[in-house]
């Protein structure tokens, strides 16, 4: 607002001990370290489990970003069953899920399965105690041999990463001679079955009245 004519100045509050309220971030390169520190106990404490779960692939939401693939909370229900793992026994394994989510395609589907069954392959559950073989462990010459050094990949995503296409292999264009047969004009035969739904109520009318015509004409 305006001041206007010989009137009292506004009182500016400016003496409201800003420096209390304001905080700064001087230790961000300690917490660069904290967090580095972290990670390296955490892989440690689960090692030689990876550090990360497996995550299904899932389309991003909106026309604009639904080209793009990306990782998701976790595999449905539908997707464990499909592959063969029991819902709680598949968190224990490394593997992420998401009961509340829902498979709106046969596609994605066939795909997140087919990623559970090339983890599930790559698996080596090790025993939990020595001595105690299970039916779900790896052999004993799987686990053996995965105990050497460089065997085993401490993240899952750098094993089995998430990849969008590139543009040009993901879109491309069908030329008029791959079409099948009786693919061609295909606006052409939208226009028309538009016109003729469009116009069916008519024609039926003019072909009543033109029937009715004849048949006065006969009597």
């Known amino acids: 607002m305006t001041i206007k004519h010989n009137q009292q100045i506004q009182h500016n509050h400016f003496r409201k001990d800003w420096q209390r309220r304001v905080r700064c971030h001087f230790d961000q390169?300690?917490?660069?370290?904290?967090?580095?520190?972290?990670?390296?106990?955490?892989?440690?404490?689960?090692?030689?489990?990876?550090?990360?779960k497996l995550r299904p692939i899932v389309r991003?939401?909106?026309?604009?970003?639904?080209?793009?693939?990306?990782?998701?909370?976790?595999?449905?229900?539908?997707e464990l069953k499909e592959a063969g793992i029991a819902k709680k026994y598949a968190p224990t394994i490394g593997i992420s899920v998401d009961p509340r989510r829902?498979?709106?395609?046969?596609?994605?589907?066939?795909?997140?399965?087919?990623?559970?069954k090339a983890y599930q392959?790559?698996?080596i559950i090790f025993p939990r105690r020595v001595g105690?073989?299970?039916?779900?462990?790896?052999?004993?010459e799987d686990v053996e041999a995965h105990k050497e050094e460089g065997k085993i990949s401490r993240k899952t995503h750098a094993v089995m990463p998430i990849v969008n296409e590139a543009r040009e292999?993901?879109?491309s264009e069908i030329k008029r001679s791959e079409m099948g047969e009786g693919e061609s004009?295909?606006?052409?035969?939208?226009?028309?079955?538009?016109s003729e739904a469009r116009l069916v109520?008519?024609?039926?009318?003019?072909?009543?009245?033109?029937?009715?015509?004849?048949a006065a004409a006969k009597k």
């Open 132 to 140: 105690q073989h299970k039916k779900t462990d790896s052999s004993k």
């Open 185 to 194: 004009g295909a606006y052409r035969k939208l226009r028309d079955a538009r």
């Open 121 to 123: 392959a790559r698996l």
């Open 169 to 171: 292999k993901a879109v």
């Open 60 to 78: 991003c939401p909106t026309i604009k970003y639904n080209r793009r693939v990306r990782a998701g909370r976790g595999f449905s229900l539908a």
């Open 102 to 116: 829902a498979n709106l395609s046969t596609e994605a589907l066939a795909l997140n399965v087919e990623r559970l």
């Open 29 to 52: 390169p300690g917490r660069k370290l904290r967090r580095r520190n972290a990670r390296l106990s955490k892989a440690a404490s689960v090692a030689p489990r990876p550090v990360d």
């Open 201 to 214: 109520g008519v024609r039926e009318k003019r072909a009543k009245a033109k029937a009715d015509e004849s």
